[in-house]
């Protein structure tokens, strides 16, 4: 009987741990010491996007605002410089100037142009960017949905995050650059060794907007739910990740699961940085800084909510080579409520 009973628990804990979608953490692990206050290091942006440092222990920071599509140099002591506005970018809906990511004096850009979603790479010379150089073009661009980050992996390649742009099916044909984790080279070629043969690293998403990896050198994406649940994906090359046939978990082998949901409500995650043995997201809805710490394996510990509904939307999350966080708020992007002060950008000591 007590053998039967125990069975009888471990088959409803494993109903519980996928009902609705639901995915409960699997790590043991917990998140640490809290953070530390945040600090304000800049104010008065309007929607800063993304944020990427230049190389050395002390490099500036590189600032995207989508909507005015201004390319800012921020410096540790909130220093602002212009160094660019995007003429060719769009900004629409959610679209604009988008992901930014630095190799040496190279600096590429994501934005919505007036037909397609684009990647481009500039050289910076001084505080001016020159050289432009159309790397990827014809990503599908739309009101919603157009992804927009990039970073590069400890592989020397540069990832992009791309979005469905609200045509559900695109995200299922690996023949279109919609609803993908693309892979390429400094000039836009497909990086060796992509599973397809194309740009195309992985496939089947909604909307990514945050990439990070660990000290195992494991991918990690953040993505838009669309009524249930939001994710964070554990990335594999040539893998599909269900949407839209599934949203959070489901039981269909063909698409690989998430390692953690939340509720729309409490997440909508963009930006995400990897530091002190955790995944850090930011959320847009939700308003808050969630950890996830990491197990050994990649698997996800109970996440954990920081600094809810005190800065508003939070976008923006990239690790700085001196440990900290820089955090980026959302609240003047249409849909949130500007404090005084914001746009910010707020570095935040993980722990």
Not at 259 to 287: K, N, Q
Request: charged content about 20%.
């Amino acid at each position: 009987m007590r053998k039967l009973l125990t069975i009888m628990l471990l088959a409803a804990l494993t109903a519980c741990s996928s009902r609705g979608g639901e995915v409960l953490p699997t790590a043991a692990v917990s998140a640490g010491s809290a953070p530390g206050a945040p600090r304000d290091v800049v104010t008065g942006l309007a929607v800063p996007w993304a944020i990427a440092f230049l190389p050395g222990p002390g490099g500036d920071a590189l600032v995207t605002e989508r909507d005015t599509a201004r390319v800012l140099r921020v410096s540790r002591a909130g220093e602002v410089k212009e160094l660019a506005k995007i003429e060719d970018a769009r900004p629409d809906g959610e679209g604009g100037l988008m992901g930014i990511a630095v190799k040496d004096e190279q600096i590429f850009l994501y934005y919505t142009a007036e037909l397609d979603n684009r990647i481009v790479r500039y050289r910076l010379a001084g505080d001016a960017l020159t050289d432009q150089q159309l790397l990827v073009q014809n990503i599908p661009k739309g009101g919603i949905h157009n992804g927009g980050r990039l970073a590069f992996g400890p592989d020397g390649y540069l990832y992009a995050t791309t979005g469905e742009v609200g045509d559900r099916d695109m995200a299922q044909q690996r023949d279109s650059l919609g609803g993908k984790i693309l892979r390429m080279t400094v000039d836009g070629a497909p990086a060796p060794g992509n599973p397809f043969g194309t740009l195309v690293y992985s496939y089947g998403h909604r909307n990514v907007q945050g990439l990070a990896w660990d000290d195992s050198n494991r991918l990690y994406a953040s993505e838009f739910g669309a009524n249930a649940y939001d994710e964070v994906n554990l990335i594999r090359a040539g893998a599909n990740y269900g949407w839209p046939e599934v949203e959070g978990r489901g039981d269909d082998q063909r698409y690989v699961n998430p390692i953690l949901t939340w509720s729309t409500a409490e997440a909508s995650p963009s930006g995400m940085a990897y530091a002190d043995g955790s995944l850090w997201v930011g959320a847009l809805r939700g308003a808050r800084l969630w950890q996830i710490p990491l197990g050994d394996d990649g698997s996800a510990g109970t996440p954990v909510s920081h600094f809810g509904d005190r800065y508003g939307r939070l976008r923006a999350v990239t690790a700085a080579a001196d440990g900290t966080l820089w955090v980026g708020t959302s609240n003047k992007d249409g849909r949130g409520s500007p404090n005084d002060g914001d746009d910010r950008i707020m570095a935040v000591t993980p722990s």
